[in-house]
């Protein structure tokens, strides 16, 4: 999905100013929505991928023009909605209207501690043999899918070199659009910042985590 999300290789935005000794939140209904997301990921309805594409969807204006868990609130108004675990009213009045849909699970309050300890790993038995190797020179392919992907735009169609394999990962391109984890092995690929922006960038190199669907073997350079 290209949207405006993908800040990686876009001019004018600016660098990126840290903020010293920033909390966690910055207001309390900022701690309200982290809560509120966690909970309702937690029943089943959808899974990260999917958390991650909705809000990759919002229009460029509305998302450049939110905060980070503003981005995160308007993400899961969009899952609740598509899953009918509420409808718009019951968003805007904040009261429930009609009775409880079920659910699957439910996270209650003395869980949360021991489930973000235990976090949500996504690597998964390997479906096959890697088709790179470490010191493989790569290429990403050049692709532009309306749905979630992990292959940020400015590296697309660009030539790298394998310097880590982690093996099989679920592959979110797929997961995001509920056709299952298929799992694919996970390369990361070092990029030279030259090859991604000219030669006027000021940046060394680059490394991007890349599934093997988004590679392929870099063509020999001409003799």
């Not at 939140?25 to 909970?39: D, G, I, K, M, S």
């Not at 968003?91 to 489930?115: E, Y």
């Amino acid at each position: 999905m290209n949207g405006a999300q993908d800040l990686g290789g876009m001019q004018a935005f600016g660098p990126v100013q840290p903020e010293a000794d920033e909390p966690p939140f910055h207001a309390n209904w900022e701690r309200r929505v982290h809560a509120l997301t966690l909970a309702m990921g937690a029943t089943g309805k959808w899974n990260l991928d999917m958390s991650r594409a909705a809000r990759e969807s919002l229009a460029p204006a509305q998302y450049l023009a939110s905060s980070y868990y503003e981005i995160w609130f308007e993400g899961l108004r969009k899952l609740l909605l598509a899953t009918g675990l509420v409808n718009a009213e019951e968003i805007d009045t904040g009261a429930s209207m009609s009775a409880a849909v079920p659910v699957a699970r439910v996270l209650m309050a003395d869980q949360v501690s021991a489930a973000l300890l235990r976090g949500n790993p996504v690597d998964r038995p390997a479906p096959g043999e890697a088709r790179f190797a470490l010191g493989d020179s790569v290429q990403t392919r050049q692709l532009h899918p309306l749905t979630h992907t992990r292959l940020p735009r400015y590296c697309r169609g660009k030539r790298g070199q394998v310097i880590a394999l982690h093996g099989a990962h679920v592959f979110p391109d797929t997961h995001s659009t509920g056709q299952g984890e298929q799992p694919q092995w996970l390369c990361t690929v070092r990029f030279e910042a030259s090859e991604l922006w000219g030669a006027d960038t000021t940046a060394s190199s680059v490394c991007v985590d890349c599934w093997e669907p988004y590679l392929e073997m870099a063509n020999a350079p001409a003799a």
